[in-house]
């Protein structure tokens, strides 16, 4: 049992060279595409979707089956960062660089029928005018 646990470490540490390489890669295409929100919007969905698809399929599977594997990798857990998490911005968060004009004219919420007035609908002032 000793000897997985100093060869998983191993692994580990010789992996984690690998893993900076691949996140400077992806921080070095994030700062190409700076200020393109559509751009950096992309990336994040990929990295959504890569985090989904290991726990999904690579890091379910791989859950321990006994308690004392399940106490380390809480214990692991624990020492080394806590539990991945994958931000999603609010709405108001998108608003926040939006100018009050702006954002007055926004409309979240269709109108109920009684709302709707003549100029809804034909475009013109409802005066005639």
């Not at 709405?91 to 109108?111: G, Y």
Request: charged letters at 25%; one cysteine or more.
């Amino acid at each position: 049992m000793e000897q997985t646990k100093k060869q998983n470490q191993e692994v580990v540490k010789s992996d984690s060279g690998e893993l900076e390489t691949i996140a400077d890669r992806i921080k070095s295409l994030a700062q190409k595409h700076e200020g393109n929100a559509v751009q950096l919007l992309e990336i994040l969905r990929v990295l959504e979707s890569l985090h989904s698809q290991i726990c999904n399929d690579l890091f379910q599977p791989a859950m321990p089956n006994s308690r004392h594997a399940l106490f380390d990798l809480l214990r692991n857990i624990e020492a080394n960062g806590g539990w991945p998490y994958i931000y999603r911005i609010k709405l108001k968060d998108l608003l926040q660089n939006l100018e009050a004009s702006d954002l007055a004219n926004l409309q979240f919420a269709p109108k109920l029928p009684e709302q709707i007035d003549a100029s809804d609908i034909s475009g013109k002032d409802p005066s005639g005018k």
